[in-house]
């Protein structure tokens, strides 16, 4: 069983990617849309909140956590490693560094985010790790996330905002462009078109779903999937079925 | 004493109006900025949360409430009422719906506000109380409070959006447009822009203000303004400096 959790819904385009790849691994999903946005927040908000939603997810068996909230990955994914030895925890971050170290030819790599992952510096660190001479070019986004919520992906005004946001990217002719927030993939055509052709746009949690098979090949649990959110609205519903592509069940879940 | 409290920072707002019609009456503010923002939140969990706030300002010795948030005021005044009738509760939508009531000649009001605030339906509700043949034409505009928060008050972008956002109550033809969110005096320039001399343009807050001053002038309490949040970032402090105009310690409390 893996849990998965997020701050609202946008864990749930990598749950996506998860459930593509392992379709017979029940898994578990939190999104804490009672207190979302965690992209503003400061880092000791976010490590309380995740802590709460780990032992959630933990006491109902699961031993493998995977962060599908890049703000989370980059402020609380240490914290919990050291605080929850006995689970196995997985972060968009790390794969989405890894993601993008592949990627990149030209050694230049922009990461867009929230202005929480952004301003932790995780990804600059994360990517040098892996390759000292990758230049990291980073732009945090926090309409990005309002826009998606707003169901604006086609509107001119995002058109109009992302070239705003992405322009200095653009000058910095990197080849790679990391989505750093779980939301962004919903805007991936507007932020491609702004971007070009020369430019690879690709998700934070693309490389993490891979990981996971390589693990959990073979398996098959049992139990179904369960959807937990910690606030219950028909918009939440909504962007829920848009993402998954069909009605899920969702329950409302005090932690 | 009095307390008052928002889910983040847009209640300064209206503390700036109260502070000026009483500049001797010390307050007592929360905000809460952990679970910011409100206006996409469900009614139970809004009223969840502002009983928690409740708690701590009765706790702080305070006997009379503002209710700073039009999420809030929409969705848990009356709930608040009912459990703490030992309390003098004041909200904003019910002065804002007065105030709009009487500023209007033409009998067309229109609304702005949150999508909690405007689906709740309570501003229709309000004004009809007071005048059944106001017509009340609403609309919900999300993106206003982050471009607030984002700080982007000058930008093009803001106006392409407020157009779009206030095309329709344009063509109602209303003479008055009430600010149901607190953080929209901050957008007022543009707004007013957009609508028009013909247009008169006002807060939800202003008249709570008076009201406070008829039933406290006079009165100088002892004690200090006291500033709380649950969440403390750099951006919350820059975000009240711009509000309050100068530099305001605040505290960080759980609750």
């Given at each position: 069983m893996?849990?998965i959790?997020?701050?609202?819904?946008?864990?749930?385009?990598?749950v996506?990617e998860?459930?593509k790849?392992l379709?017979?691994?029940?898994?578990?999903?939190?999104?804490?849309?009672?207190?979302?946005?965690?992209?503003?927040?400061?880092?000791?908000?976010?490590?309380?909140?995740?802590?709460?939603?780990?032992?959630?997810?933990?006491n109902?068996?699961c031993k493998?956590?995977?962060?599908?909230?890049?703000?989370?990955s980059a402020?609380?994914?240490?914290?919990?490693?050291?605080?929850?030895?006995?689970?196995?925890?997985?972060?968009?971050?790390?794969s989405?560094?890894?993601?993008?170290?592949?990627?990149?030819?030209k050694?230049?790599?922009?990461v867009?985010?929230?202005?929480?992952?952004?301003n932790?510096g995780?990804?600059?660190?994360?990517?040098?790790?892996?390759?000292?001479?990758?230049?990291v070019?980073?732009?945090?986004?926090p309409?990005?996330?309002?826009?998606?919520e707003?169901?604006?992906?086609?509107?001119?005004?995002t058109?109009?905002?992302?070239?705003t946001?992405l322009?200095?990217?653009?000058l910095?002719?990197?080849?790679?462009?990391?989505?750093g927030?779980t939301?962004?993939?919903?805007?991936?055509?507007?932020?491609?078109g702004v971007m070009?052709?020369?430019?690879?746009?690709?998700?934070s949690g693309?490389?993490?779903?891979?990981?996971?098979?390589e693990k959990?090949?073979?398996?098959?649990?049992?139990?179904?999937?369960?959807?937990?959110?910690?606030?219950?609205?028909?918009?939440?519903?909504?962007?829920?079925?848009?993402?998954?592509?069909?009605?899920?069940?969702?329950?409302?879940?005090?932690?």
């Amino acid at each position: 069983m893996i849990g998965i959790f997020d701050s609202g819904v946008g864990g749930l385009t990598v749950v996506k990617e998860i459930k593509k790849e392992l379709p017979d691994v029940p898994i578990i999903y939190f999104g804490d849309t009672a207190r979302l946005p965690y992209g503003n927040k400061s880092a000791e908000t976010i490590q309380k909140f995740s802590v709460e939603i780990v032992d959630f997810l933990e006491n109902k068996g699961c031993k493998t956590i995977v962060i599908a909230c890049n703000s989370a990955s980059a402020l609380a994914a240490d914290y919990l490693r050291e605080k929850y030895s006995n689970l196995e925890i997985y972060d968009v971050v790390s794969s989405g560094a890894e993601a993008a170290a592949e990627s990149t030819e030209k050694k230049k790599v922009g990461v867009i985010g929230t202005a929480a992952t952004i301003n932790s510096g995780v990804y600059e660190k994360k990517i040098s790790e892996i390759d000292l001479e990758i230049k990291v070019f980073t732009k945090a986004c926090p309409l990005f996330v309002p826009l998606v919520e707003e169901n604006w992906i086609k509107r001119p005004e995002t058109k109009k905002i992302a070239r705003t946001y992405l322009r200095e990217l653009k000058l910095n002719k990197i080849d790679t462009l990391l989505l750093g927030c779980t939301h962004y993939p919903l805007l991936e055509k507007v932020i491609s078109g702004v971007m070009g052709r020369r430019t690879r746009v690709i998700a934070s949690g693309s490389k993490l779903a891979g990981k996971l098979h390589e693990k959990f090949r073979d398996q098959a649990g049992k139990g179904k999937d369960k959807y937990y959110v910690s606030d219950l609205t028909p918009h939440f519903k909504t962007l829920a079925s848009r993402i998954l592509g069909k009605n899920t069940e969702i329950e409302k879940a005090e932690i």
